[in-house]
């Protein structure tokens, strides 16, 4: 098991590229999202040596010259220095918190009920109803059939290489839930949970989970780590055994 000082740094890290994004990396990572998952920029792991004031101008600057009117910034308590007094002072609304959590993967205990399974993403017929899921859940645009290819190349990639893997979830044989995962130090990053909201509550989203760890342990991966959502996946993860070790928050700010 890592320790918690490896854990908090291995979450401040952690930071997503979407495909076609663009991202600048000075004091602090920002990535501007394409217009499929909204557009906008998004902001974190603030290292900086300036007051939050002068760091945020900066970050206006730069989603003003993308030409996005939209900034959202994702604070952690591994922030220096911590935005978020800043932000609120400028009117910046709280849009999300994560909770994060970990726990090495041998002691997860997860029970799964019957009709729930889990099987890892290999073919185009399974990516399909991967967006399937992701469009309504997360309310982004649907892929068309060259974004479908794209999709599987990369997930293809990414299980063949060993560095991570797609899953999906079904109740009763019917795709309901997915996720996925990428390896990094030992650690497995468990990201993008999404179920329907009709079959939430049946056990999709544990099934979707214990394969993914079952699979990531097979990888190298000794820790899982994870950002979940109070009112969603933590309850679950809470009864798995995992460990909260604090909370990251997202402000928005109109630029």
Known sequence: MHTTDD??????????????SDHERT?????????????????????????AATVLDRAIGRTRAWGETQLTVWTSG????????????????HVDSVAVFAL????V??????GATAEIVNTLAQVR??????????EQQPLDDEGLRVELDEITAARETG??????GRLDGVAVSTAGCTIVDGFTRLWGAATLAEARGRGAYRAVLAERLRASAQ??????????RHATSAPILERAGFAHYGDERAYRLTV
């Open 27 to 51: 004091d602090l990572q920002l990535v501007r999202y394409p217009a499929r998952f909204g557009g906008g920029v998004r902001a974190s792991q603030v290292r900086a040596t300036d007051d």
């Open 163 to 168: 560095s991570g893997l797609r899953v999906l």
């Open 78 to 93: 591994a922030d220096r220095p911590d935005l978020e007094e800043e932000l609120r002072r400028r009117g910046a609304e």
């Open 104 to 107: 090495a993967i041998d002691e």
């Open 109 to 114: 205990r997860i029970e799964v009920p019957a």
């Open 7 to 20: 854990i908090l740094q291995a979450s401040a890290a952690w930071v997503w590229f979407p495909r076609d």
């Open 219 to 228: 990888l190298g991966a000794t820790t899982a780590l994870v950002k979940g």
């Open 129 to 138: 109803e991967v967006d399937g899921i992701n469009v309504p859940v997360w």
